[in-house]
C-alpha cells in the first residue's frame, strides 16, 4: 500500500496585504507532474514590500485556519487597503488509501466596520483520478458565513451527512453559531470533525479533511520573520523540529531562552536531547566542528508539582564550550530551522515556508544547502531572499519573481536561455525590462544623493 500524503500545488491570493492578485504554483504542478516525491522549490525574489512576506503570512493563516484555530486579532491588517474581502485559494495534490485526488480549498475573510475580521465563505471540493482520468469536480462542502438560512451545500451532502437525524442538524447549527464567534473556520472546526466522524456515509469526505488537518498539523511548518527577531535580541531560540522512530512522529516548536537557563518539563527533556542529537548530523557539516549540546541544571518541581529541568544551550567548537547566545544570528537561525530542514529534505509530504531564508546566511552556504535539497531532497521548500546565490544554482521554473504590478503580483521570467545566467538576466530585466510586468519601482541615485544631502542639512540647522 502506497503511503498518503499530501501536497500544496498551487497558491492564490487576492486583496492580500499588498497583493491585489497573484498566483504561485510549485513546478511539479507546472510541469503536470502533481504526484512527485521529489523535491519541490520555490524561490520568491523582489524588492522590499512587493508581496514575499505576504505569500509566508497567507501560508501561516493557512495553516492555522486548517488546524481549526481563530483567526490572529490583527488579521484587518492583512486585508488590502480599501478592500473588505481577501481570498486564499489552495490546490492541494493527495494520495490517500491508494486513491488519487486534487483537492481545492477557499476561504475569503471578510472586515466588518467594527474592523473585526471573520471567515466569511469557505469552500472545499475536489476531484478524483478514475482510470486514470480525473473526474468532474465535486463539492463537498461551501459555507456562507452570512446565509441565515443554510448551514452548508451542496443539500445533497448536506442529507447525506444528517440523514433527517435532528440532533445532528442542532450539532451543525451550533458549529456554525462558534465558527462565527470564535473566528475559525467551519470546515476544519474540531466540532465539525466530531460530527463527521459519526457519519459513516461521509467516510470519503470526512477521510479528505481530516486528513488536511493532520498535514497542517504533522507536515506544514511556517517560519515567519517575527521569530528572526527573538532570536537576534537573544531571547530565545525555537527550534522548529519534526523527529520520527519506528513508533511515532513527534514535532512542534520548543521555544528554549537564550539569555538565561531555560525551565522545560522533564517529560521533554528527551524531545530536546533527541532533536539536538539530530540536528548536530547536518549542523557539524554546515558549520565544521559546530555542534551544540544541553547543560543541564537539576531536577526541581513546578508550583504545580510537575517536575521540570533548568537547561542552558551551549555551542562547542573543539573542546570550547560557550553559551549559544554568543553564537552570530546567522548560526541561530540555522539551527532554529536545521530539524525541520531535515525532515523536510527526507520526506516528500512535508513543506517548509521560511521568511528571509538568507538572513545571516553565507551566500555561498546557502547556495550549496539550496542545490542539495533540489537535487536529493524530497520534500518542498518555500522561502524568500535577497540573497541573489541561489539564481545561479536553482533551476528557472523554481524562481519566482515579484512585479511593481499589484493586480499580477508574482511571475516567472519569460524568453531565459538555459545558457543564461540569472542572476545576470535578473540584473539586466531590473535595468532594461524586457518582462511581461515591471519588476522594479526605479529609483534615481540622484534624488537620493540629494535626499541624504538634504536630510544632512536639516540636521545641522535644528
Not at 545576470?424 to 531590473?430: A, K
Request: hydrophobic letters at 35%.
Amino acid at each position: 500500500m502506497n503511503e498518503n500524503y499530501i501536497r500544496i500545488q498551487k497558491i492564490k491570493l487576492k486583496n492580500f496585504k499588498n497583493v491585489k492578485n497573484g498566483t504561485i504554483d510549485f513546478p511539479s504542478y507546472k510541469n503536470n507532474n502533481n504526484f512527485s516525491k521529489k523535491s519541490d522549490l520555490i524561490g520568491l525574489y523582489g524588492q522590499n514590500g512587493s508581496g514575499k512576506t505576504a505569500l509566508i503570512e497567507a501560508l501561516w493563516i493557512l495553516k492555522n485556519t486548517l488546524l481549526g484555530e481563530s483567526l490572529p486579532d490583527n488579521c484587518k491588517n492583512y486585508i488590502y487597503q480599501g478592500k473588505q474581502i481577501s481570498s486564499i485559494e489552495i490546490v492541494f495534490s493527495a494520495q490517500l488509501d491508494d486513491k488519487r485526488y486534487q483537492i481545492f480549498y477557499n476561504m475569503k475573510m471578510k472586515k466588518r466596520k467594527d474592523n473585526e475580521v471573520y471567515i466569511n465563505n469557505e469552500d472545499l471540493s475536489y476531484k478524483k483520478s478514475e482510470k486514470e482520468k480525473w473526474s468532474y469536480k465535486r463539492g463537498i462542502i461551501s459555507y456562507n458565513f452570512e446565509d441565515e438560512d443554510t448551514i452548508f451545500s451542496p443539500q445533497k451532502n448536506y442529507k447525506l451527512l444528517t440523514q433527517n437525524n435532528k440532533e445532528t442538524k442542532i450539532d451543525l447549527k451550533v458549529t456554525k453559531e462558534l465558527a462565527r464567534e470564535e473566528h475559525t473556520s467551519f470546515i476544519f472546526s474540531k466540532r465539525l470533525g466530531k460530527i463527521l466522524k459519526s457519519s459513516s456515509e461521509f467516510k470519503e469526505y470526512e477521510k479528505i479533511i481530516s486528513e488536511i488537518k493532520y498535514y497542517s498539523k504533522m507536515n506544514f511548518f511556517v517560519i515567519r520573520n517575527s521569530r528572526a527577531g527573538m532570536i537576534n535580541a537573544n531571547l530565545i531560540i525555537p527550534l522548529c523540529f519534526q523527529i520520527s522512530n519506528s513508533n511515532e512522529i513527534s514535532r512542534g516548536d520548543l521555544a528554549i531562552a537564550l539569555s538565561e537557563p531555560t525551565t522545560i518539563p522533564k517529560k521533554l527533556l528527551d524531545t530536546v536531547v533527541n532533536v539536538i542529537k539530530n540536528l548536530n548530523i547536518v549542523l557539524n557539516e554546515v558549520i565544521p566542528d559546530l555542534t551544540i549540546s544541553t547543560n543541564e541544571y537539576g531536577e526541581e518541581l513546578a508550583e504545580n508539582g510537575n517536575s521540570v529541568v533548568k537547561i542552558e544551550l551551549l555551542a562547542k567548537r573543539e573542546d570550547v564550550n560557550i553559551p549559544l547566545r554568543y553564537e552570530s544570528d546567522g548560526i541561530k537561525k540555522i539551527i532554529s530551522i536545521l530539524s525541520a530542514l531535515i525532515a523536510m529534505y527526507n520526506k516528500p509530504s512535508i513543506l517548509l515556508a521560511v521568511d528571509e531564508l538568507d538572513a545571516g546566511i553565507f551566500e555561498y552556504l546557502l547556495g550549496e544547502i539550496l542545490e542539495i535539497i533540489q537535487e536529493r531532497g524530497k520534500g518542498q521548500l518555500i522561502f524568500t531572499s535577497h540573497n541573489l546565490r541561489p539564481l545561479e544554482k536553482l533551476e528557472k521554473d523554481s524562481l519566482i519573481f515579484t512585479t511593481t504590478n499589484p493586480n499580477n503580483r508574482y511571475i516567472r521570467f519569460t524568453n531565459v536561455k538555459t545558457t543564461n545566467n540569472l542572476r545576470s538576466f535578473y540584473y539586466r530585466g531590473i535595468k532594461l525590462g524586457g518582462q511581461d510586468e515591471e519588476i522594479y519601482d526605479k529609483t534615481d541615485e540622484f534624488k537620493i544623493a540629494r535626499a541624504f544631502r538634504s536630510a544632512g542639512r536639516n540636521v545641522k540647522n535644528e
